[in-house]
């Protein structure tokens, strides 16, 4: 497609269940973004891929966050055992190789821990 | 951690006036981007400025990069409803692609 794909839009857990968001980047674009959003906040980044490669995870607030693009190009963001804390908007990104060109981004998932 | 405050953090002006959001930080960036953000949506790309000391105009906006390359500015001339949204300064370090957004200015336009 033209832009970047998230999928769901909109997901509820209950506290403790497992969630994957999916991220399709625009064809082409090597690097895929992860941030993290606040009501209200800038996005906190989270992790990145160029093509397969997972370049800076530091970002990520857990270890039962965990992401992975195996074929460089759809990336999966996997929260284990969701806590309340999670619930935000995860934004996906990505953009041609370099700062230059910005990002291009999807809508986002929000996602609701009860 | 490189910090980006935006500044104010809500505005709400009438149609028709003019405003200016500051973005700072203590570091210095390769380049800076801004973007809008509408509810619901993601972020979109307004402008990226990659030299201190540069200046771009996008229609009514006008964005400009300090000189030192940490801190920009955007100025909005005769302000319209349209402009209402969520305004972010990204920026991003030397030899890295990760962008650091800031805190953002929330912008209301008054019809």
């Known amino acids: 497609g033209a832009g970047v794909s998230q999928s769901p839009r909109y997901k509820v857990a209950k506290r403790g269940q497992d969630v994957a968001l999916r991220c399709d980047p625009i064809?082409?674009?090597?690097?895929l973004f992860w941030y993290q959003q606040a009501l209200g906040q800038g996005p906190e980044f989270l992790t990145y891929f160029q093509n397969e490669a997972q370049l800076d995870k530091s970002g990520l607030p857990s270890d039962r966050f965990f992401a992975e693009r195996p074929e460089g190009s759809v990336s999966t963001l996997k929260i284990q055992r969701t806590q309340q804390e999670d619930s935000a908007v995860y934004l996906c990104?990505?953009?041609?190789?370099?700062?230059?060109?910005?990002?291009?981004f999807g809508s986002g998932t929000r996602l609701t821990v009860v | 951690t490189q910090l980006l405050e935006q500044s104010p953090q809500f505005l709400s002006i009438q149609e028709g006036e003019n405003l200016t959001v500051y973005c700072n930080s203590s570091?210095?960036?390769?380049?800076l981007q801004w973007y809008r953000q509408e509810p619901g949506e993601g972020p979109v790309l307004l402008v990226t400025v990659v030299t201190g000391g540069e200046v771009k105009k996008l229609k009514r906006l006008t964005f400009q990069f300090g000189d030192a390359r940490k801190d920009s500015s955007l100025h909005i001339t005769a302000a319209q409803p349209g402009d209402t949204g969520l305004y972010l300064c990204?920026?991003?370090?030397?030899?890295?692609?990760?962008?650091?957004f800031g805190t953002g200015t929330r912008l209301t336009i008054i019809p």
């Open positions: 570091s210095v960036f390769s380049s």
């Open positions: 990204a920026g991003g370090p030397f030899g890295n692609e990760k962008l650091t």
């Open positions: 990104a990505s953009s041609l190789s370099g700062q230059d060109y910005g990002y291009t």
């Open positions: 064809s082409g674009h090597v690097s």
